[in-house]
């Protein structure tokens, strides 16, 4: 079951960021301490699921508590940031990433309380988060955060876009801008356009009240990269009170989408 949720080579990409733990206890005694690998295959069945912590299956040989611990302690870490780092560097040095037409696109989590959190407008006011996320032009995030609903979406723009790691690329540098992004009537302000102008990237934004925001479905995958997210069950309703535990399961979820374009 553990090799199954966690294959060859995303356990051997997994070990490259995560930090090297004690072995044995130093007061010794106890328990023999549970492996990572198996604590990884706990935590990723959790986020696809969609279980509980309490359900998780005693297959996987950690109990829930430790399963638990092990990644609050790899999200304070930024172990899932890195891990999806790591699998865009071997996109990127492959030529799978494709810089030409990025865009931009939010998707809204279901109703909690805690940091990031905010009436959701479109959801009759229960408060709610937002997913924010840059993809290629294959569907792929390349940069991803989280905010209250009622954050307008123009608001993440230039974060996400700071936010893109620097990238390695099959031929030449690491890149970490796109030649053009697409972005629908929600980013539709001339300070955004003059900002991506300053940084080299040209801009594709639907203008309201003059152009429909369909014609931009041609270039943008954005119904495509919201499907895949949705494989990761644990987003579909934020059940985290701590904003960076939300925040860790939406890298886990970009993540694995990389890892199953990096093995297709």
């Known amino acids: 079951m ?6 060859g080579e995303l356990w051997v990409l997994f070990r490259r960021v995560v930090p090297p733990t004690e072995a044995k206890r130093p007061q010794g005694g106890g328990r023999r301490r549970a492996g990572d690998r198996e604590a990884l295959a706990a935590i990723v069945f959790v986020a696809t699921s969609g279980c509980t912590w309490r359900q998780l299956p005693p297959v996987f040989g950690p109990c829930w508590q430790t399963a638990y611990r092990r990644f609050a302690q790899w999200s304070r870490d930024r172990v899932w940031a890195r891990l999806h780092r790591v699998i865009l560097d071997e996109l990127g040095a492959r030529g799978e990433l494709d810089w030409s037409r990025c865009a931009s696109t939010p998707s809204a989590s279901g109703p909690q309380r805690g ?27 390349l940069s991803l955060g989280i905010s209250g609903a009622n954050m307008h ?8 876009v700071r936010g893109i790691p620097p990238i390695r690329s099959r031929r030449g540098p690491r890149r970490r801008r796109p030649t053009k992004l697409h972005a629908d009537k929600g980013y539709d302000y001339d300070h955004l356009r003059r900002w991506l102008r300053e940084r080299g990237i040209r801009h594709r934004i639907a203008r309201r009240g003059i ?15 919201v499907s895949w997210l949705a494989g990761c069950r644990r987003l579909h309703r934020r059940y985290e009170r701590k904003a960076e535990h939300f925040l860790a399961f939406v890298g886990i979820a970009a993540a694995l989408i990389g890892y199953r374009r990096l093995t297709k």
């Open 2 to 7: 553990v090799e199954r949720v966690v294959p």
């Open 115 to 141: 940091p990031l959190t905010g009436p959701n407008p479109t959801d009759r006011g229960k408060l709610g988060s937002k997913i924010h996320l840059i993809t290629d032009r294959n569907g792929l995030p």
């Open 153 to 160: 979406d123009s608001q993440g723009l230039e974060p996400l």
């Open 211 to 225: 152009e429909s925001s369909q014609r931009l479905r041609r270039h943008r995958w954005v119904g495509r990269t």
